[in-house]
């Protein structure tokens, strides 16, 4: 089972380039860069809204 982090940062670049940096077996990265980033990343990872 793949672990879910979610990469928020200021400027997409940024988030970018750390999430290259993380790509790693069996983690799945939901990156943004606001709120609504955020709100769409829930449902993706199973979280209740």
Known sequence: ???TVLLL???G???DEARAHLDLPDLE???GTGIDDVRDA???AGLAG
């Open 9 to 11: 940062g200021l400027k």
């Open 29 to 31: 990265i939901l990156s």
């Open 42 to 44: 829930g449902p993706r």
């Open 13 to 15: 670049v940024v988030v």
């Open 1 to 3: 089972m793949a672990t």
